[in-house]
């Protein structure tokens, strides 16, 4: 028997603790083509929300009283699909429970044994080696084109996406502003490396922008790494050099109501020649995990990149540890640890 | 002695004819590099308005009480240039005047023989062959990456720009729904070869583009070139296929008072991984000046790219026809003819 989280009905606005159960999963007997897993490591990113509208979105709609989905790590106990035996530490999508039969549809993986020997530690593939840093490298360096020399903004920079972003454009020898909430968030922005870091509840993120612009000697921005939308991203119109690029990543400030964003600067596209892309990772990651996991694995090891960790323990922490994600709980990467 | 339009003040929101004043500018020896020009026929753009303000731009602004520039075509009346001889018909940009001395810097290009020996009206090089027509076939085909097949979806498409993208993009097998301000218009645009013309001043654009989609069976748009922004730029980003590519060239809504642009859809930039790019028609055309030249040369000859004119007559006229351009009063490219 192991138990999953549910939901059971379909937020508006903020989820509640109200829209999930954990509710118990009978054992059945493995089919061909499954694992039963133990997992160690469960995932809780914002992308899940949109997950929780019944709305066409990118990725497919929880259903209603199902187990829900996402990045996990576990151990295989026992193996009906070829290349898995028991022992084996694997990502997959079956987050969200405790355990149980997993199939091809949940995308199990094994970590790469040189990894871990290297003494990586198994939850390092759900955010720098996983999601979160292969978001984080495939829209500052793939889909921003970012470069040596370039000024970076990044919002969110203290979140799990964000603060890899900070990181790997430093390791790039960018010029780095971060954006985050709070004094400790900001310090810790710096800790990593960013040339500057504006607390957005401190004041007006265009005004904070531009100032830190102008201490950096900077006319401008190159590239604007999105996470929150909204006022963040009308200031990255405001500040953009010629033909910058921005990544669009997320835009949580807009994920639970739906609001219109108050676009004043959105017109700089023209003059500005600005190109704005959306993206998504599972888009290009088969492309290029392999170059990945070279270059960020090398970004690892030399202590280039690194990474905090916000851990709730059990399962029956899942959900607040996801809506904590929305209140700004997290610094880094908010992980629950079975 | 030739006249020039000056402007004298710096309009705020939308430019009156106060702000502008006809100037006699006195002959003056030609220095070596100019020559002395006869205009037969001004433009006047859309573009021209962010020039009048004194805020950093694509193009340097005016300067108040000088004559304003903007295209033109002339003849030649006195040449110390090399390569230009009396009697060149040349487009320049010495727009908004009579004629007077001109030199490199105004861009002097004479028009190729081929073409006005074709029968080819001189005029068409400030439209279909020229700023209009390349804005539309580069913001089309290049940035935008058009291809048939494809669901195109074009604003303002009665103006010089938007017509020549439903024409181009018809004679590219691409389905195409325009958007233009009353019945004339929409009629002109069905016309042109689009699939469906939807009146902005009719309803909601969202509802009617929305509609209209269903009516051809179509499940969103490939492709949104953008003349005006605002609750069109909306529309596009709500009815967005995966991979959608938006050309913005313009965003007339907001031109002139500057107010905030409220963006409810902006978001689906992400699950739908929507490109939306800036582009000036100058940073693309070295470029590609002789492909566009075969290639709308060609669509020009066959007929399937034509251009509706409103003209103007006389020198007096030329601010009562930039203005016009914001109260809708051009179908297809407005000129100036002297």
Redesign the interface.
């Known amino acids: 028997m192991a138990r999953a989280w549910c939901l059971t009905s379909r937020p508006r606005g903020l989820p509640t603790p109200d829209n999930f159960a954990l509710r118990d999963i009978p054992d059945a007997p493995l089919a061909d083509g499954q694992l039963r897993v133990r997992n160690r490591w469960l995932s809780v990113d914002p992308y899940m929300r ?1 997950r929780m509208n019944d709305a ?3 990725a497919a709609s929880f259903q209603i009283d199902q187990p829900m989905t996402g990045g996990a790590i576990g151990e295989v106990i026992e193996s009906r699909l070829d290349g898995f035996a028991p022992g084996d530490i694997i990502l997959h999508m079956g987050g969200w429970r405790e355990g149980g039969a997993i199939g091809l549809e949940l995308m199990p993986r094994k970590l790469p044994q040189a990894a871990l020997q290297s003494g990586m530690s198994p939850q390092t593939f759900l955010h720098n080696m996983g999601l979160t840093g292969g978001t984080a490298w495939i829209g500052l360096l793939r889909i921003a084109a970012a470069k040596p020399g370039d000024t970076i903004f990044v919002s969110a920079a203290a979140g799990a996406v964000g603060s890899a972003v900070v990181q790997i454009a430093k390791a790039r020898e960018m010029t780095v502003i971060g954006s985050a909430g709070g004094a400790e968030k900001c310090e810790w922005v710096r800790e990593l490396g960013a040339d500057a870091a504006i607390d957005y509840k401190a004041g007006p993120v265009l005004d904070q922008l531009a100032a830190a612009l102008r201490t950096l000697e900077k006319p401008g921005i190159d590239v604007y790494f999105d996470n929150v ?1 909204g006022e963040h ?1 009308d200031a990255a119109f405001a500040t953009a050099n010629d033909f910058a690029r921005f990544a ?4 949580i400030d ?2 639970n109501d ?7 600067y ?15 990772y599972t ?1 290009q990651f088969t492309d290029c995990v392999d170059e990945f996991y070279a270059d960020m694995g090398g970004l690892i090891a030399s202590g280039a990149v690194t990474m905090r960790e916000t851990v709730q323990d059990g399962i029956a922490a899942a959900p607040e540890a996801f809506l904590g994600l929305f209140s700004g709980d997290n610094i880094g990467k908010m992980l629950v640890r079975l």
């Open positions: 949109a066409k979105s990118y939308g991203l669009i990543c997320g835009m807009v994920y739906g609001r219109a964003q108050e676009m004043k959105l017109i700089r596209a023209i003059p500005a020649r600005i190109r704005m892309e959306g993206f998504i888009d």
